[in-house]
Each structure stands twice: as C-alpha cells, then as structure tokens.
C-alpha cells in the first residue's frame, strides 16, 4: 500500500459506499512542523490515494464530513460557514451555517441527515434535501383568437427544504392518446426557495386542442454539471377550449 | 468531552412543510429495485379517507432525487378514476414509471416524493395526497440470472441424445 497523502493530524475520513472510495478532506501537519492546513481532497480506492481536482474550492478548510447515503453525497462543514458536498466529481457550496462549526459529523438515519457536533454548545443538523417541485393550479388557459394558439400558464412550488436552483424545462406536451404536441415554455423566477412558486408559461399550437389533455411538464433544477440536479415531472389534466 | 448533547441552535436548515390531504396512497412496494436502464413500476391503490367530499383527481407531481431518476407521470391518467367519492378506494393501479437512466449508479435513492392533486371540482390542482418511494439501482452483473435447473437438464439430456445418437 502506497499513502502518499501528507496530513498527519486530524482530517475527515469517510467512505463512499456507492462510489466505493473512502474520501479524506481537511487535517494538518504537526504544529512542530509547521501546521501546515490542508485543504485538498484525496480518495483511496482501496491501492493507492489520489489527488482529486478541483480542490475544496474558494479555500474552505474543511472542520468535519459525513458521508450522506440518502443523497449519494459527502456532506463537509467548512471553516468559511457553508456547509459543501462532494459528488465524487466536484464540490458544491450550499447552505451557509452559524458558529464555528462541528469538529467531528455523522451520518444520522433517523433524521436523516448528518449530524455533527463540538465542544461550543452547540450541535449542527445538515437535513438531507429532500426536493420537491409541485405543480400549483390554477391552470388558466387562454387562446389566441387569430392564431389559435394556446396559453397555459401555472406555478410550480417549491415545497422541499431546498432552494432549488434553475428550474429547466425543455419543453411542455399535450398528449391525447399516442399523439403528442410540444409547447414552448417560458420560465420566472427559475429559482424557488422552499414555499415560492415559480411562474410557468407554455404555448402550443392549435393542434394540441380542443377538449381535456394531459398536459405534462418535465425537467431538472439544481446545477446541471453536478450530481444533483434532480427531476420532475407534473401531469395535469385540462380542458383547452 | 463535555456538554455534547445540549440542545441549542443549528442553522441554515429549512425544514419541509407538513403537507396533508385526504387521499391516502398505498403502494404495493414503495421500495422498487432495478438496473440501469430499467422502467420501475409503482403500482398501488387511492383511498379517498374523507366522509363526506369527493375529490376529483386532477394531477400529480413527482420529483426524484437524482438526475440519474427520470419519473413518467402520465401512466397515472390511463388507470386512475377522475374523482373518488367519500370513502371510495380505487383498484390496484399504476400510479407511474420511474425510469432509470442508463449511465445511473448503483445505489439508494430514497424519499422521491410524489403528489396527487385534485380538489372539490376538476379545475382544481391544490395538493390532495403525498408520498414517498424509494428505488434501488443495482448493478447489472449482481443480477445477471443463472441458468435454472430445468434448463440444464434438457440441455444435458440433448446433449446426452446427441452422443448417443
């Protein structure tokens, strides 16, 4: 077995179970020799410890990390008071958090979420995001009177315990039976916090009436280039005029 | 160590609604496995608990927690009744598909949530009913299936007829 990664003192240490990979972040070189903090992020994957890039970013030093298997995620304290996750590809910046931060973090299965604590008095509970995206009626449907296009505007609430960032929606579809016909949509405020909506529009063609459809919108939100960038999809019924 | 389990603040945490309805969602299996590339599945039954409304149903609303995790939720208008009446249970039905992306990893993915709107009359899409389901991927070499013994057998008796022949 070769180590070759420096931190001697301290430091996370925790295993993926899905990526099978244990993690160290965080840790120091003994004060006598100099008390070097490191702020890197090494994974062993059971022969060797490699270097992974990009580094815990914007110089966080990372206090305490937990593995959280509910999201497939590392969940990292910072010293800069967010609290940042590892995909196994890269980090991420979340929540921000009051005190100094926990010393030492465990995943909790009962919260669920990752618990940590230290010797300030206070206790840090990271809840798993738990995303939910709804689609809040009512739908109100107007058509235009040359063209004979529809409008369907609505909202989709947030009602998870995330922001959810960057709502994507490629394109809405009317279905009846095997046939389908896709709208054009149209976003505001594409970035709820948990309890806002944001605004959707979606125009189609007049061929996607008249009579009741079903009428689904389906995409992402989160950042698209990480891990976590969940799905949803809303079907609802309606009756284009 | 000291004072490890007194209670005070912890921050930045948002806690999710308590959301309630009067429709109650009984899977079969809320837990569903698969491999990378599969279509799961979630069948069950809607209880409408209420006594005295109907509630049409108008909608429902999934959002899974990877991108790995792609919820259909147009199944639910090919078998799902427009209302229930008080105390009306629907029969065994699909509610949606959960589709698994091919390039997924194996893993839990817990607490995808669903939603199933409806209201007092079919232009409403106020929330009647939520759930959660889980999907487990695993990986396709664990399920890889073995030849059953039955096989075998008429393979070894061909194979037995082929020599003797």
Redesign the interface.
């Given at each position: 077995m070769r180590i070759i990664h420096p931190a001697a003192i301290g430091g996370s240490l925790v295993y993926d179970?899905?990526?099978k990979e244990v993690l160290l972040v965080g840790g120091q070189t003994p004060i006598a020799e100099g008390g070097q903090v490191f702020r890197d992020t090494w994974v062993f994957d059971g022969n060797d410890w490699i270097e992974r890039t990009p580094v815990t970013p914007l110089g966080a030093v990372p206090l305490a990390a937990a593995y959280d298997?509910?999201?497939?995620q590392t969940v990292v304290f910072g010293n800069d008071n967010h609290?940042w996750t590892w995909d196994g590809i890269t980090w991420m910046q979340r929540?921000?958090?009051?005190?100094s931060g926990p010393s030492h973090a465990v995943y909790d299965p009962d919260v669920?979420g990752v618990f940590g604590?230290n010797?300030d008095?206070?206790?840090?509970?990271?809840?798993?995001?738990?995303?939910?995206?709804?689609?809040?009626?009512?739908?109100n449907i107007s058509k235009d009177p040359v063209a004979g296009a529809y409008h369907l505007s609505?909202q989709l609430t947030n009602?998870?315990?995330?922001p959810l960032t960057g709502i994507f929606v490629p394109t809405g579809v009317i279905?009846t039976g095997a046939s389908r016909v896709n709208g054009i949509v149209n976003i505001t405020n594409d970035t709820p916090?948990?309890?806002q909506a944001a605004s959707v529009d979606v125009t189609f063609p007049a061929s996607a009436g008249p009579g009741f459809r079903?009428f689904?919108v389906?995409g992402?939100f989160?950042n698209?280039a990480s891990?976590?960038?969940?799905?949803?999809?809303?079907?609802?019924?309606v009756?284009l005029p | 160590?000291?004072?490890?389990?007194?209670?005070?603040?912890?921050?930045?945490?948002?806690?999710?609604?308590a959301?309630a309805g009067p429709l109650q969602i009984d899977f079969v299996n809320s837990t569903l496995s698969g491999t990378a590339g599969d279509t799961l599945v979630y069948t069950g039954t809607i209880t409408n608990t209420s006594l005295t409304d109907t509630v049409f149903l108008?909608?429902?609303?999934?959002?899974?927690?990877?991108?790995f995790?792609?919820?259909?939720?147009?199944p639910?208008?090919f078998d799902a009744p427009g209302s229930l009446d008080p105390g009306q249970i629907t029969a065994q039905i699909d509610l949606?598909h959960l589709l698994i992306d091919p390039a997924a990893?194996?893993?839990?993915?817990?607490?995808n949530?669903i939603?199933i709107?409806g209201g007092p009359d079919?232009?409403?899409?106020?929330?009647q009913g939520d759930a959660t389901v889980d999907a487990i991927v695993v990986s396709a070499a664990s399920t890889v299936p073995e030849p059953s013994p039955v096989l075998l057998l008429f393979i070894g008796a061909g194979l037995l007829a082929l020599l003797r022949g």
């Open positions: 179970s899905v990526r298997p509910s999201i497939q609290i929540e921000a958090y009051t005190g669920p604590v010797e008095d206070r206790n840090y509970i990271r809840l798993a995001p738990k995303p939910s995206l709804v689609f809040t009626g009512p739908v609505f009602q998870g315990n995330v279905s916090f948990p309890g079903a689904t389906q992402s989160g698209r891990n976590f960038a969940p799905r949803f999809s809303n079907t609802v019924l009756n | 160590m000291k004072r490890l389990f007194i209670p005070t603040l912890f921050s930045a945490i948002l806690a999710s609604a959301l108008t909608g429902v609303s999934a959002t899974s927690v990877s991108p995790l792609n919820f259909d939720t147009l639910f208008f949606f990893p194996a893993g839990p993915f817990v607490n949530s939603f709107l079919n232009l409403s899409f106020d929330i």
